[in-house]
C-alpha cells in the first residue's frame, strides 16, 4: 500500500517562498508520474505541476499557467520524495496542496487519474 505525506506547508507574507515535500512509502515512485494538486475553499481541485519521464533517462515537468515560473517541481528519488518549491507567493495560492502518485508514467492535469493521494497541508499567503 502506497502512503503519501505531505509538509512543509504554513503561514506566509505574499512574495515570500515554502518548500512543500512529499515523502512516498510502501513502494519506490522513481518511475511513476507524481504531481502537486491544490484546493482553496469552496473551489474544485486544481492542478499545480507535475512531473514524470520520457523514455529512460528524461524528465520533464508541466505547471498550471498561474504557477508557471514561480514554483519548481523536483524528486530525489533515493529519498523516495517529490518537492514543489513555491516563490514569489501571492494571496491566491492559498490552498490546502495534494502530492499525487499515479501507478504509472502518465503525466495528467486530471486529479482522477491519479491512484495515491496524500492528506494535505495547508499553505496560507497574507497580503
Known amino acids: 500500500q502506497v502512503q503519501l505525506v505531505e509538509s512543509g506547508g504554513g503561514l506566509v507574507q505574499a512574495g515570500g517562498s515554502l518548500r512543500l515535500s512529499c515523502v512516498a512509502s510502501g513502494r519506490a515512485l522513481s518511475r511513476n508520474a507524481m504531481a502537486w494538486f491544490r484546493q482553496a475553499p469552496g473551489k474544485e481541485r486544481e492542478f499545480v505541476a507535475a512531473?514524470?519521464?520520457?523514455?529512460?533517462?528524461?524528465?520533464?515537468?508541466d505547471y498550471a499557467d498561474s504557477v508557471k515560473g514561480r514554483f519548481t517541481i523536483s524528486r530525489d528519488n533515493a529519498k523516495n520524495t517529490v518537492y514543489l518549491q513555491m516563490n514569489s507567493l501571492k494571496p491566491e495560492d492559498t490552498a490546502v496542496y495534494y502530492c499525487a502518485a499515479d501507478k504509472w508514467a502518465s503525466l495528467t492535469r486530471v486529479p482522477h487519474n491519479y491512484d495515491y493521494w496524500g492528506q494535505g497541508t495547508q499553505v496560507t499567503v497574507s497580503s
Open positions: 512531473t514524470s519521464w520520457i523514455g529512460t533517462s528524461t524528465s520533464y515537468e
